[in-house]
Nanobody
């Protein structure tokens, strides 16, 4: 599976951005996830969506501000980010977990495929 992330950029605090991740293929069992990694920090879970069930999961730090969605017609997952904060600045990666597991969902090491990342910079 190849993943192409796009939509990053430089914005001011309070602004919005929408990230996109186009997959070369999807399957009903997939979980599509977004992770982020800031300089000097570990990669952390942001949000995920189960492809078939359309169930959504969020990190506490982004709940109420970020919204994940998918368009099955074009094998693309989106991350709508609102009320952005400087601490949201990071490289954002999309990823695929081929089979859902509640224990694996939040762990980057469990994901099977990764996109190249897109940089989000939020200035105060």
């Amino acid at each position: 599976v190849q993943l192409q992330a796009s939509g990053g950029g430089s914005v001011q605090a309070g602004d919005s951005l929408r990230l996109s991740c186009a997959a070369s293929q999807t399957r009903s069992s997939y979980v599509m996830g977004w992770f982020r990694q800031a300089p000097g920090k570990e990669r952390e879970f942001v949000a995920a969506i189960r492809w078939r069930e359309n169930a959504k999961y969020y990190a506490d730090a982004v709940k109420g501000r970020f919204f994940i969605s998918r368009d099955a017609a074009v094998d693309t997952v989106y991350l709508q980010m609102s009320s952005l904060k400087p601490e949201d600045s990071a490289v954002y990666y999309c990823s695929v977990l081929t089979y859902y597991s509640s224990s694996a969902l939040y762990s980057s090491s469990a994901y099977n495929y990764w996109g190249q990342g897109t940089l989000v910079t939020v200035s105060s």
